[in-house]
C-alpha cells in the first residue's frame, strides 16, 4: 500500500484507502469518514503536538503508565518544549489488540493532526502499524514495543526505536546461561512476535554454545488463564532451568504460578529482564529472588545520570498509586530527550524531513541505562545490556547487576537468530 502526500494532505479516497495497517482492515476503514480531510503535514509554529500510544488497560496498563510518567519527567526538565515550540501531548490507549490500537493511531493522525506519535509497548501492535507511518510518511517513535523486523526487513526512515530489540537481551543471555545456568533449557513464552523473537535470539546463541533446547512452550496472549498445565509440562521436563519472557500482569501470574506449584528453588528460572523489573518486583516478592536475567537497564546502575533518575522518578506520583523508577520509565525519558533533541537540530520545522531523519539516526546522549546512542544504519538504540540477580538489597528487593556484556546493537538482519 503506498499513499502519496499532495501539499501535507491526503485526499478522501486515500485516507479511506488507508484502513489496511499492516492486514488490519475492518475496524478501521469508516472512523473519519464525512471529515475533511486531513492535514497531516507539519510546520515550524503553533504548539508541537505529540500522540502518545501507550497501553493503560490490560496487561501492559502498568508499563504504559511508567513510559507517559517518564515521558513528562523529560518533557518539564525542558520546560515543556522542543524547538522553541509548546508541547501538547495527546493520549490514546494502545490496549494490546492491533486492530484497536491502528485505530488510535489514525484517529492521532488524522482528527488529532499531531506532528508525530510516541509510544507502543506490543510488538504486535508495533507491527500492525509499521505500514501506516511508513506509507503516510510520519514519524513514529517507538518507547518499548521490540519487534525485531522493525529494525531489519521492515525498517522505515520514519521509525526510530527508543526501547530495544527483542534480541538485544536474549541473544546475550543465551551463551551466558550457558556457561553460567546450565545445559538443558525449557523456554516458555507468550504466543506472539515478541515471544518468537525471544525463542530464536536465545535459542542461536545458547545451541552454539553447547546447550540443548528441551521444549518451547507458547502460552495463550495476552492472558495466560490457567497456568497449572504450562507449569506441570516444566516439571515433567525436568529442564536445567527455564527461560521466560513475560511482563507487566502476564509476567506477576508467571512467577506466582511458579511459586505456587513448588518450581522455585527447584528448577531456576531466568530470562529477559521484564518479568523481574521494578514493575513488578514488588507483587513477586521472595518468589524473585535469584532469578537471572538479561536487560538494558538496572534500578542499581551506578552512573550519575541514574542516580538522580531514580531519585527524582521515586517523586512522581502516578495515578494507580505505583511508586518508583523501571526500566519503562527510562524508557519513556529517553524517548522524550530523543524527541526534543531532534526537534531542536530542525528548530522545530517538522517540514525539514531529511534533516529530521539524520538528527533522530545520530542521536547520542547520557542515559540512567548507561548511554543513549541511536544506530544510524538501523534506527533502533545501541544498548549496554547487563546481566542480572534479583537480590536483597537495604530490605528491599531490586536487581543487582552481575556482570555487564557492553553494547550491544541489533544485527540488523536475522543472522544470528535460530530460525
Ligand atoms: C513487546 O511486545 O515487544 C514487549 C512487551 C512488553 C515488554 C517487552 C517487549 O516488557
Known amino acids: 500500500?503506498?499513499?502519496?502526500?499532495?501539499?501535507?494532505?491526503?485526499?478522501?479516497?486515500?485516507?479511506?484507502?488507508?484502513?489496511?495497517?499492516?492486514?488490519?482492515?475492518?475496524?478501521?476503514?469508516?472512523?473519519?469518514?464525512?471529515?475533511?480531510?486531513?492535514?497531516?503535514?507539519?510546520?515550524?509554529?503553533?504548539?508541537?503536538?505529540?500522540?502518545?500510544?501507550?497501553?493503560?488497560?490490560?496487561?501492559?496498563?502498568?508499563l504504559g503508565e511508567s513510559i507517559t510518567e517518564g515521558m513528562r519527567m523529560y518533557f518539564e526538565s525542558v520546560d515543556n518544549r522542543a524547538g522553541g515550540r509548546p508541547i501538547e501531548l495527546i493520549t490514546e490507549d494502545e490496549g494490546t489488540a492491533p486492530d484497536a490500537a491502528a485505530q488510535k493511531a489514525r484517529k492521532l493522525v488524522e482528527q488529532d493532526q499531531v506532528d508525530l506519535v510516541a509510544g507502543i509497548v506490543s510488538s504486535g501492535v508495533a507491527a500492525a502499524l509499521r505500514d501506516y507511518f511508513h506509507d503516510n510518511q510520519k514519524f513514529l517513535i517507538i518507547a518499548n514495543a521490540g519487534a525485531n523486523a522493525l529494525t531489519r526487513a521492515a525498517k522505515s526512515p520514519y521509525i526510530f526505536r527508543a526501547s530495544f530489540t527483542n534480541w538485544?537481551?536474549?541473544?546475550?543471555?543465551?551463551s551466558w546461561a550457558a556457561a553460567n545456568l546450565g545445559r538443558r533449557a525449557f523456554i516458555s513464552v507468550p504466543d506472539y512476535g515478541a515471544g518468537k523473537d525471544t525463542i530464536s535470539a536465545f535459542t542461536h546463541s545458547f545451541t552454539a554454545a553447547g546447550g540443548e533446547i528441551v521444549k518451547v512452550q507458547l502460552t495463550p496472549f495476552p492472558n495466560i488463564g490457567d497456568p497449572a498445565p504450562f507449569l506441570a509440562e516444566i516439571q515433567a521436563a525436568a529442564p536445567d532451568f527455564v527461560y521466560s519472557f513475560y511482563s507487566g500482569a502476564a509476567a506477576v501470574t508467571f512467577v506466582k504460578a511458579y511459586s505456587d506449584f513448588g518450581l522455585t528453588g527447584s528448577i531456576p528460572l531466568a530470562?529477559?529482564?521484564?518479568?523481574?523489573?521494578?514493575?513488578?518486583?514488588?507483587?513477586?516478592?521472595?518468589?524473585?529472588?535469584?532469578?537471572?536475567?538479561?536487560?538494558?537497564?538496572?534500578?542499581?546502575?551506578?552512573?550519575?545520570?541514574?542516580?538522580a533518575f531514580v531519585a527524582a522518578f521515586a517523586q512522581r506520583e502516578l495515578p494507580s498509586g505505583n511508586k518508583g523508577a523501571n526500566v519503562f520509565a527510562v524508557q519513556g525519558y529517553d524517548t522524550a530527550r530523543?524527541?526534543?533533541?531532534?526537534?531542536?537540530?530542525?528548530?522545530?520545522?517538522?517540514?525539514?524531513?531529511?534533516?529530521?531523519?539524520?538528527?533522530f539516526g545520530s542521536a547520542a546522549f547520557p542515559s540512567p541505562r548507561g548511554a543513549f546512542k541511536m544506530d544510524s544504519t538501523t534506527h533502533n538504540v545501541i544498548n549496554p545490556i547487563y546481566i542480572r540477580e534479583v537480590q536483597e538489597v537495604n530490605g528491599t528487593i531490586a536487581n543487582v547487576v552481575l556482570t555487564s556484556v557492553g553494547e550491544v546493537p541489533d544485527p540488523g538482519d536475522n543472522s544470528k537468530d535460530a530460525v
Request: net charge negative.
Open 1 to 62: 500500500m503506498s499513499v502519496e502526500r499532495q501539499k501535507g494532505t491526503i485526499s478522501r479516497r486515500q485516507f479511506l484507502q488507508l484502513g489496511a495497517v499492516g492486514g488490519v482492515v475492518a475496524a478501521t476503514g469508516s472512523l473519519l469518514a464525512g471529515c475533511a480531510a486531513p492535514n497531516i503535514g507539519g510546520g515550524a509554529s503553533g504548539p508541537l503536538k505529540i500522540g502518545v500510544l501507550l497501553p493503560y488497560s490490560d496487561i501492559y496498563a502498568a
Open 168 to 174: 538485544q537481551p536474549n541473544w546475550p543471555m543465551g
Open 271 to 307: 530470562g529477559s529482564g521484564f518479568m523481574v523489573e521494578q514493575d513488578v518486583l514488588p507483587s513477586h516478592g521472595s518468589s524473585a529472588l535469584g532469578i537471572k536475567s538479561a536487560l538494558h537497564w538496572a534500578l542499581t546502575l551506578d552512573n550519575a545520570e541514574n542516580q
Open 338 to 359: 530523543l524527541i526534543v533533541e531532534a526537534l531542536n537540530a530542525v528548530e522545530g520545522d517538522m517540514s525539514r524531513t531529511d534533516d529530521l531523519i539524520g538528527a
